[in-house]
């Protein structure tokens, strides 16, 4: 009698643990990262197909028995499994997964992939990493960062240019620039004139991807080859290069950041140039020559191109001509997030003054984008960004061998004071320069040929619903 008692009890102990452990119970919570809620964590009963997701809060609800176990996982952070046991309510703190964001990029049309999954070459690069360079051409940040690429710079100074090249040139008349796509929009990277010739030289008016700031870069992924860029059509047969900006995301305290930099330039080399001779050809002194093969300068007095008696000596009119250039970059921004909803602001003022006097670049950018989700498991998303820029450039540079460009400088006859013209025009009102110089400028304000400002605006505004 007693041993069918306690096989009796030991049966309904057993059951009662059973419909305990089997019973269905309602399991909530938050998920959070650096203080701040997540919206848009997997949150999976491990081993069945039951899931949900955090809303634009972080708060999360799901039905599990006390021996289920939650997954949470989150593209960029770790993968995090908790027992249920007796807890009803679940709070999760998410830890970043530096070592899995490599293997995450953003292809065509902004869709994120594990790169290990693609068939093409993708690269990318973090936006931190173009902001430490501090060039104030976003193309000239791309040197040596991304494999196959290659930036060609036409020219020095300020509002230069550069063309991009991936895998080289596939075209011997079109172009061979990959094409850039800024959040969806795409953007021409135009590098001035087209019959930009050794002869036949025109100003440099800078490209077009240089009008970007890269304080606003989040990624900047390259699709490198057809395949990759195929979504894109035939202007990305040379490739793609995606950028995509920053939208705000959650930061303590009220998340402005300034920065501020500044830099100076100076001509790093020079070619050696001869400091013997002066003006004239065959030890011969000619007030009228280019050339710099006349007599030995000793000091000697002889009438020089204005008719006046001067000691013949040489000159470096490298040094006397250039300047020191300086670069002043300053950045303020500001992002945060609530819910589910999040904003980016920015503005961007470049100061750059080259080394030739009277070049000089000054670019403003002002973007702002705000990003919201609502509905549904947050499956709705407006994404607003207006962006402007406008880039003004005094004395752009010119490219090609003609007088009106360093030849100039370096050609002057050696015993010839290029100081001697900075007045531009003398008391009569006419421009000053020697008779050898035939159709030659002036031989200061040569390099200074373009002297009036040169501007252009680029405004975009780009929204989307998802």
């Keep these: 009698m007693k041993k069918n008692y306690l096989r009796c009890l030991s049966v309904l102990l057993l059951t009662l643990l059973s419909i305990t452990a089997s019973a269905q119970k309602p399991i909530t919570g938050t998920v959070r990262e650096n203080s701040a809620p997540v919206s848009g964590v997997n949150v999976a009963v491990k081993g069945t197909a039951k899931v949900t997701q955090t809303g634009s809060d972080g708060k999360f609800s799901i039905s599990a028995n006390a021996t289920d176990i939650l997954v949470f996982t989150m593209v960029g952070s770790l993968r995090q499994e908790i027992l249920v046991g007796d807890q009803q309510t679940i709070n999760v703190t998410l830890s970043s ?18 790169k290990k999954s693609l068939g093409y070459g993708v690269q990318e690069v973090k936006g931190e990493t173009l902001v430490s360079a501090k060039e104030p051409n976003l193309a000239n940040t791309l040197t040596g960062k991304i494999a196959g690429l290659q ?3 036409s020219s020095d100074g300020p509002a230069g240019s550069s063309k991009i090249l991936l895998r080289g040139s596939n075209s ?10 800024v959040d969806g929009v795409p953007i021409d990277n135009f590098t001035g004139a087209p019959d930009n010739g050794y002869w036949n030289r025109s100003l440099d008016r800078g490209n077009g991807i240089a009008d970007i700031n890269p304080d606003d ?11 990759a860029a195929a979504l894109y059509g035939s202007r990305a047969g040379n490739g793609v290069i995606l950028i995509t900006t920053k939208s705000g995301r959650a930061q303590d305290g009220l998340g402005i950041n300034a920065s501020s930099s500044f830099g100076m330039s100076s ?15 065959t030890g011969v002194y000619k007030a009228a020559s280019t050339e710099s093969w006349g007599p030995k300068a000793d000091g000697q007095m002889v009438t020089n191109w ?11 009119n490298v040094d006397n001509y250039m300047q020191q250039g300086t670069n002043i970059n300053n950045s303020i921004s500001f992002q945060q997030m609530y819910k589910g909803s999040s904003v980016y602001t920015s503005y961007n003022r470049l100061e750059d003054e080259g080394i030739v006097p009277g070049t000089k670049l000054l670019r403003n950018n ?3 984008r705000a990003v919201s989700k609502f509905g549904t498991n947050d499956r709705w998303v407006t994404d607003t960004k207006i962006q402007y820029s406008n880039t003004k450039a005094n004395n752009r540079p010119i490219g090609g061998r003609d007088g009106s460009s360093a030849y100039t400088l370096y050609m002057l006859p050696r015993s010839m004071d290029i100081t001697a013209f900075e007045s531009a025009k ?7 320069w020697f008779d050898g110089a035939g159709s030659q400028v002036n031989p200061y304000w040569s390099n200074q040929y373009n002297l009036n400002e040169d501007s252009r605006d680029r405004f975009i505004v780009n929204g989307s619903v998802k």
């Design 217 to 227: 870069i989040e990624t900047l992924s390259v699709l490198k080859g057809p395949s």
């Design 426 to 432: 003398n008391n009569a009102g006419n421009m000053l």
């Design 306 to 316: 204005n008719g006046q008696q001067v000691g013949l000596s040489t000159y470096n």
């Design 151 to 153: 930036v060609v710079r």
């Design 97 to 114: 997964a530096e070592s899995e964001l490599g293997e995450v990029v953003i292809t065509a049309l902004g869709i994120r992939r594990e």
């Design 267 to 281: 001509i790093f080399t020079n070619p050696e140039r001869q400091n013997s001779f002066g003006q004239g050809n």
């Design 172 to 181: 011997l008349t079109g172009s061979n620039q990959p094409l850039i796509v």
């Design 366 to 368: 002002l973007t702002a």
